[in-house]
């Protein structure tokens, strides 16, 4: 728990379900609801460069409420705006966010002696440092959101931030990054890591500034075959959530291995401090649940899962997304629901399409729930 003194939440409708309860429906966000789908965000970006919105503690209050202004009573959670990239700045990296293209890094890891360049934030005091203006957004947006809903802090997971560290920017073969892994795969465990400890850090000071709920994004999951993602990726997932909660055995942490094979995502429920599990539109959530339910009842773990809408359906007519929001709905029977897209919003979907998604979501998840 937090020490700072907070308003009080109006809406705990997420911390239920993410803590097992049985609730009156789903709880409902979406992972990039502050973004350039919105005509009030792209209106501060015009001004103001990405990674300035980031660190300026007013602006990043202000897009972070914009959705939860917009969809009044319709969100059920909040998420700080920020970067996952900020963990590679905070060790020293260059970042550049690009218009149109995406993030660059001038000067990429290429080999493992280009390590030594990084920065150790392994004291605690100099992540703390590096990162405390992410703190200071955080504790202003909870301030501001005066208790509507709760608040999420997040971070990459190590892979898909070393995959970045690596190839300097997204990729389409992630060639660079998987090189280290079987070239060096001494040095790779030594990023993990180092990315590991810092990681662990910056989520309990996330706590400590008044998140709520935490989520660790692992965007590039998928990219690794299932062995190798056992080798490079899961010990590093499990640590950080069993060192985050220790210190914090209150907050929810929610994972989101993107593009994992379903016996991954069954390894997690079943093995991990991680309170729920968040799938992408290609997993099958009925099935995962008939597979896990014995397993998971044996041990007393609630199976709780969060997604997974195809984003791409928000382009379709307001019929379609009424019945296909059903249907994904019908298809988290029986385990606790965190209502999401399968991934994050995109900068052409319409703000109006939004609404009829999370107006659906009210009216059919509660007749299951
Ligand atoms: O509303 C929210 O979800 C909170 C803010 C948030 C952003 N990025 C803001 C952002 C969150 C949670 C992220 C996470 C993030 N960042 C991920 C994991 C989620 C995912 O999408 O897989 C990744 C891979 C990144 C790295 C990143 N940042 C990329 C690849 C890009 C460019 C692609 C794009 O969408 O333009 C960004 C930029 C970025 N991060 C934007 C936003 C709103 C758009 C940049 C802009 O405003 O110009």
């Keep these: 728990m937090s020490l700072i003194k907070f308003p009080e939440l109006k809406n705990d409708l997420i911390l239920r379900v993410l803590r097992g309860e049985k609730t009156e429906r789903a709880p409902v966000w979406c992972m990039r609801q502050a973004g350039r789908y919105l005509p009030e965000f792209r209106a501060i970006r015009v001004e103001n460069e990405f990674f300035k ?20 009573g319709l969100l059920d959670a909040s998420i700080i705006f920020c970067d996952i990239l900020v963990i590679p700045q905070a060790m020293g990296m260059e970042v550049l966010m690009v218009p149109g293209k995406g993030p660059h890094f001038p000067a990429p890891l290429v080999v493992p002696e280009d390590m030594k360049k990084l920065v150790d934030r392994e004291d605690n005091y100099s992540v703390h440092e590096e990162l405390d203006y992410v703190y200071k957004a955080i504790t202003l947006t909870r301030t501001r959101l005066d208790g509507e809903v709760p608040l999420f802090g997040f971070i990459g997971a190590p892979w898909t931030l070393m995959a970045y560290m690596i190839e300097g920017g997204g990729s389409k073969t992630f060639s660079k990054a998987k090189t280290w892994l079987w070239k060096y795969p001494e040095a790779a465990h030594e990023l993990l890591d180092r990315i590991t400890k810092v990681s662990v850090e910056f989520l309990k000071g996330q706590a400590a500034a008044g998140a709520q709920m935490l989520q660790v994004f692992d965007s590039w999951a998928g990219e690794l075959a299932p062995a190798d993602y056992f080798e490079f990726e ?84 307001k019929e379609t997304i009424r019945t296909k ?31 009829w998604f999370l107006e659906a979501v009210h009216e059919f998840s509660s007749k299951h729930q």
Aim: aromatic fraction near 8%; include cysteine.
């Design 234 to 317: 899961m010990p590093y997932l499990l640590r950080i959530a069993e060192e985050v909660r220790k210190a914090y055995p209150d907050i929810p942490i929610v994972v989101f291995p993107k593009g994992v094979h379903p016996e991954t995502v069954e390894y997690i429920v079943l093995n991990s401090e991680y309170a729920a599990v968040s799938l992408d539109w290609t997993l099958n959530p009925e099935s995962l649940v008939k597979d896990l339910k014995a397993r998971a009842e044996a041990i007393g773990k609630p199976i709780i899962f969060q997604g997974n809408l195809d984003p791409t359906v928000l382009f379709a007519s």
């Design 53 to 72: 919105v980031c660190r300026n503690p007013e602006l990043a209050a202000e897009v972070t409420i914009q959705p939860i202004r917009r969809y009044s």
């Design 325 to 355: 929001t059903k249907e994904m709905c019908n298809k988290f029977t029986g385990c606790g629901h965190v209502c999401n897209l399968g991934h994050g919003m995109m900068p052409d979907h319409s703000p109006e399409h939004l609404g």
